[in-house]
């Protein structure tokens, strides 16, 4: 399982709307500057989250991104789900996937109780809760240690 570079940059797009007052436009300059990542990359990010209905875009001179629903019950399950669709740690704990050994694998039930545990650690990680613990210095992200990344 990996959590990709798009979907944690997704995790600190919606913290950092979720820090702006409400309905508040951001425009896609200030976001990729304040997250410090090129604008091309940010803007397929946003896009991915526009797509799961968690933002809305604005066209024009005051155009941006704005959330379209309160993100801070939002888990990074929720949008890991949203960026990458299911991740599993084994491609065998998918449903649609066959094994002959699948019956006799004394592995399986283990590698099935880490998924579980990794699911519900995700669903415990809200927006709400990540957006205390990330600092934004000069509008950029200063520490975005709070989910591991250094």
């Known amino acids: 399982m990996e959590i990709t570079h798009a979907t944690l940059d997704a995790v600190y797009a919606l913290i950092y709307l979720y820090l702006q007052p409400t309905g508040q436009v951001v425009d896609l300059h200030k976001l990729s500057d ?8 940010m803007s397929k990010v946003l896009q991915q989250l526009q797509r799961s209905g968690y933002l809305a875009s604005q066209m024009g001179s ?24 299911e ?20 592995v399986l039930r283990h590698v099935k ?9 995700l669903e415990q990680m809200t927006i709400g809760q ?12 200063v520490n975005p ?6």
């Open 62 to 85: 005051k155009g941006g991104y704005r959330l379209t629903k309160n993100v801070e019950q939002t888990t990074m399950r929720d949008v890991l789900l949203a960026m990458q669709g």
């Open 130 to 141: 990540l957006a205390t613990e990330m600092e934004f210095n000069d509008r950029k992200l």
């Open 113 to 121: 109780e880490i998924q579980q545990t990794v699911n519900r650690m």
């Open 145 to 150: 240690v709070s989910l591991g990344v250094q």
């Open 87 to 106: 991740t599993m740690l084994q491609e065998c704990l998918s449903d649609h996937f066959t094994c002959g050994r699948f019956k006799k694998c004394s």
């Open 34 to 41: 304040a997250l410090d990542v090129p604008q091309s990359y």
